[in-house]
């Protein structure tokens, strides 16, 4: 059972950075995306970005292109999320979330990812 825990949310001014972090254990040696999602209460749930942990691909939305960066470090069992330029639309709870790849094309929300961690909440003021 892949368990997730979230760190590293908290409140900023527009145009700062905020650094994400992803405890991941239980996951074994198989291939997965790693993701971060985030949601604004009321909303639907949105994809920001994901990792493949075997080959490292990295794929963002839009809407983060450019200024957010997501990483893993191996041997921590660690997923980052570099958010930087931040506004007040980035504003959400952030979610790491995980999935089994077979092709390590991590691009979206689908095939639906199968663990998910309790969520940090970013904030980020005008």
């Known amino acids: 059972q892949v368990q997730l825990v979230e760190s590293g949310g908290g409140s900023v001014q527009a145009g700062g950075s905020l650094r994400l972090s992803c405890a991941v254990s239980?996951?074994?040696?198989?291939?997965?995306?790693m993701g971060w999602f985030r949601q604004v209460s009321g909303k639907e749930r949105e994809w920001v970005s994901s990792?493949?942990?075997?080959?490292?691909?990295?794929f963002y939305a839009d809407s983060v292109k450019g200024r957010f960066t997501i990483s893993q470090e191996t041997a921590k069992n660690t997923l980052y999320l570099q958010m930087n330029s931040l506004g007040p639309e980035d504003t959400a709870m952030y979610y790491c979330?995980?999935?089994?790849?077979?092709?390590?094309?991590?691009?979206?929300?689908?095939?639906?990812?199968?663990?998910w961690g309790q969520g940090t909440q970013v904030t980020v003021s005008s």
């Open positions: 979330a995980a999935r089994r790849t077979v092709t390590g094309y991590c691009f979206g929300t689908s095939p639906e990812y199968e663990y």
């Open positions: 990792l493949s942990t075997e080959v490292g691909a990295t």
């Open positions: 239980g996951h074994g040696s198989d291939n997965y995306c």
